[in-house]
T-cell receptor, first 114, second 111 residues
Framework: NAGVTQTPKFRILKIGQSMTLQCTQD?????MYWYRQDPGMGLKLIYY???????DKGEVPNGYNVSRSTTEDFPLRLELAAPSQTSVYFC?????????????FGPGTRLTVT | RKEVEQDPGPFNVPEGATVAFNCTYS??????FFWYRQDCRKEPKLLMS???SGNEDGRFTAQLNRASQYISLLIRDSKLSDSATYLC????????????FGTGTRLTVIP
């Protein structure tokens, strides 16, 4: 299994541009997540999905959109990029075992908005 | 108060030393607890779950104190390869969206 894969690894955007961060998992996990990690800060949840066709906002959703048309894919869309969106973005997936969600992360996308 | 708080360190210890990290959480109803390891410029990876009775995996021991709302990670006989940032992660309730991450504690093991 490849696990969770993300593309691209790096990207530089100009203010106002848009882009989609891709995330795919091959573990047949129902749950998928997008986080951002700023320097010296913990991971913040942007959006999450509990299954195909179902998405919901996390702690910091403004400026982002997601879709979940298949179990495998969970792309994150940035519209009108702003410098505040400069960050490292991690996609994760998990399955649920009782009350436990052990998350598996992709390698991350480093985004700079200038 | 932050949901999950950790001492950011850095902890600089010699090889072979024992080092312990603590983490406190705000919600007494929290359900599950984890330690993740994150290497520089890499993704977090699950190190171990933390069970109520405490658990051990080789040189690593995790403990949970529900009454005081903290969890700990003990690393014995530190290796150079243990150098990383250790993230405390708490699932605040049964929801999939309630996983909260600490900011991490940085460990450097020195030869």
């Amino acid at each position: 299994n490849a696990g969770v894969t993300q593309t691209p690894k790096f990207r530089i955007l100009k203010i106002g541009q848009s882009m989609t961060l891709q995330c795919t998992q091959d573990m047949n996990h129902n749950y998928m997540y997008w986080y951002r990690q700023d320097p010296g800060m913990g991971l913040k949840l942007i959006y999450y999905s509990v299954g195909a066709g179902i998405t919901d906002k996390g702690e910091v959703p403004n400026g982002y959109n997601v879709s979940r048309s298949t179990t495998e894919d969970f792309p994150l869309r940035l519209e009108l990029a702003a410098p505040s969106q400069t960050s490292v973005y991690f996609c994760a997936s998990s399955t649920r075992q009782g009350t436990t969600y052990e998350q598996y992360f992709g390698p991350g996308t480093r985004l700079t908005v200038t | 108060r932050k949901e999950v708080e950790q001492d950011p360190g850095p902890f600089n210890v010699p090889e072979g030393a024992t080092v312990a990290f603590n983490c406190t959480y705000s919600n007494s109803a929290s359900q599950s607890f984890f330690w993740y390891r994150q290497d520089c410029r890499k993704e977090p990876k699950l190190l171990m779950s933390v069970y109520s009775s405490g658990n051990e995996d080789g040189r690593f021991t995790a403990q949970l104190n529900r009454a005081s709302q903290y969890i700990s990670l003990l690393i014995r006989d530190s290796k150079l390869s243990d150098s990383a940032t250790y993230l405390c992660v708490v699932n605040m309730d049964t929801g999939a969206n309630n996983l909260f991450f600490g900011t991490g504690t940085r460990l450097t093991v020195i030869p």
